[in-house]
């Protein structure tokens, strides 16, 4: 386990414009200065991806920024095209949360609003991170990193299940409201989502209003670029039927746990 790519550009990268980012710790996606902070270092935390278990897992959000290749993908299938369309990111709603961004469409020379969709980016997360910290320390100081394996891991099953409630309170709404909502995940944690919560009929269908956009990261010269790799799509009442009927694991197995605690006496004594 070690970075994949550091201030946007991958660590083993010797061009001119990694060093200069680096050095000016920019983001590229941003087009500005990186602003994900650790109270560890007093520099950005500029780790974009990770090398894990031989997949790249994207873990931070800016990432998905690349070109707005995301976001006119998402003009496509929801518009047909990218005209008279803007960006707004950020946008609150009472009683359900900030959308991350909304794709406005609005009539030509006008400021009415012809149509909308939600855009929601979900990168992975970390444990350990402070394994992955001493990985940015150790790449600033010009160390090769990927000749060390650093015991982070993946909190990948904490990501999901914060999402899926999200897909479920946002889905609902862009049901009632006939609009789309754009899930944007890498193939690494959608696959991770489908498997831990048993989901199936995901097959694409452009009617439905939750939709998947997967991504993921394919290496380009010196760079790596996103890449659309497929396209699903859901209802609230598929997500909700798989939600509610999860797998109950065994009472014995948990009390043979229980048992183990009294034998070595973990517990607190209640006086």
């Known amino acids: 386990m070690n970075p994949n790519e550091i201030f946007t550009y991958p660590v083993e990268s010797k061009s001119t414009e990694a060093k200069n980012a ?4 920019y983001c590229r996606f941003l087009e500005s200065k990186y602003d994900k902070q650790s109270r560890i270092i007093k520099y950005p935390m500029g780790v974009c991806s990770v090398n894990h278990s031989g997949t790249k897992p994207i873990i931070c959000p800016h990432r998905f920024l690349e070109n707005n290749l995301i976001f006119k993908n998402a003009c496509n299938a929801a518009f047909g095209g990218t005209n008279n369309v803007l960006l707004f990111p950020e946008v609150k709603l009472n009683n359900v949360g900030s959308f991350d961004f909304v794709l406005v469409k609005h009539k030509p020379i006008s400021n009415k609003v ?30 090769d990193v990927l000749q060390n394996k650093y015991r982070f891991g993946m909190n990948t099953y904490n990501t999901i299940k914060l999402s899926y409630i999200q897909m479920l309170i946002k889905g609902q ?23 831990r919560f048993c989901l199936i009929d995901l097959d694409y269908n452009a009617n439905h209003k939750t939709q998947y956009h997967i991504y993921d990261l394919v290496r380009n ?33 948990f009390v043979k746990v229980l048992e183990s605690k009294i034998k070595l006496k973990l517990g607190l004594t209640m006086e």
């Open 221 to 253: 010269s010196e760079i790596y670029n996103l890449k659309l790799v497929d396209k699903k799509s859901t209802t609230i009442s598929n997500l909700l039927r798989a939600f509610t009927h999860q797998p109950t694991p065994s009472i014995d197995t």
């Open 114 to 143: 012809d149509d909308f969709c939600i855009v929601e980016f979900q990168s992975d997360s970390t444990t350990g991170t402070g394994k992955l910290v001493q990985a940015l320390k150790d790449f600033m100081k010009e160390k």
């Open 22 to 25: 680096v050095k000016k710790y």
């Open 173 to 195: 709404v862009m049901e009632k409201w006939n609009k789309s909502i754009y899930w944007i995940m890498q193939k690494f944690v959608y696959d991770n989502m489908v498997n």
